[in-house]
């Protein structure tokens, strides 16, 4: 067998088996199981792409493999313990395992990346931002609203405003790392790369934010967040030269004008 593909293989073990390990953790050992598993798979990853040096691996190309394997720890925890854990982390093994060779056949490159490859990254970055907004949310109290079976039902409680913050910052910075990763295919400088990044954190986050607000059930407001995310792709990567157009200040002062609008919606629920 080929040393660089028994080496993914090993690393996705690893990456399954901490993930279907930490099933039964809660509270803030869930997070630091989350946080120190994408880590491993980061440094696995850029050991991968470089052929043992680390050091020499495109930063880039170990977002989606870290994520991927921090947002299947969190998106099984909404499977019941049982025999359905079995196909949740087939799934999970698969998507890793195919990620990584994603980022092994993009790393040794010279030319830009084609079409098919960026259609394909931004496949991969809507399927793991809305693993990871599912799990995001299932780690905050409150964070996954539970629907209501009849007319006697009480109506969902308001999230916190810590935990509301904390679930759209989160959902941003993993929003942000995914724009990041689908930007620098197409993006000129890693400067405008980050600008762009910037902008899928900013709308992911006052989505995040109105979505709870209107307290939908269970996954459909992960769903949507992965829709906004989508959508944002398709507004947002134009050609540079035309995002120099006056319209894109425009846009940025619209996700102004929604950020306050949707805190001070989340505030009013609150009187």
């Not at 293989?9 to 997070?31: K, Q, T, Y």
């Not at 170990?62 to 196909?87: D, Y």
């Not at 698969?94 to 994603?102: C, G, P």
Request: hydrophobic share 60%; glycine share 8%; charged share 15%.
């Amino acid at each position: 067998m080929d040393p660089r593909r028994a080496q993914r293989h090993e690393l996705v073990i690893l990456a399954i088996a901490v993930a279907g390990l930490s099933r039964p953790l809660d509270g803030p050992l869930v997070w630091l199981a989350a946080g120190l598993l994408a880590a491993a798979v980061a440094v696995g990853a850029a050991a991968l792409l470089a052929d043992g040096d680390a050091r020499d691996a495109p930063l880039e190309g170990v977002i989606l493999p870290a994520l991927a394997a921090a947002a299947a720890l969190g998106a099984i925890r909404v499977v019941p313990l049982g025999l359905l854990l079995v196909p949740a982390l087939a799934a999970a093994w698969v998507l890793v395992d195919r990620l990584l060779a994603f980022e092994v056949r993009l790393a040794p490159r010279e030319l830009e990346a084609t079409a098919d490859d960026r259609t394909t990254a931004l496949g991969y970055a809507i399927v793991i931002g809305f693993l990871a907004f599912v799990g995001i949310a299932s780690f905050i109290a409150g964070g996954l609203v539970e629907p209501t079976t009849g007319p006697d039902v009480p109506a969902p409680a308001p999230i916190s405003e810590q935990s509301l913050v904390l679930l759209a910052l989160a959902d941003a910075v993993v929003a942000g790392l995914l724009g990041f990763r689908v930007s620098v295919l197409r993006e000129r400088s890693v400067r405008d790369a980050l600008w762009s990044a910037a902008t899928y954190a900013a709308v992911v986050a006052i989505a995040a934010a109105g979505v709870r607000a209107v307290a939908l059930p269970r996954l459909l407001a992960p769903a949507l967040l992965a829709l906004v995310f989508f959508v944002w792709d398709g507004v947002h990567g134009a050609p540079p030269a035309q995002r120099r157009d006056p319209r894109w200040i425009w846009q940025t002062a619209l996700l102004v004008i929604l950020g306050i609008a949707v805190i001070a919606w989340n505030l009013a629920l609150r009187r």
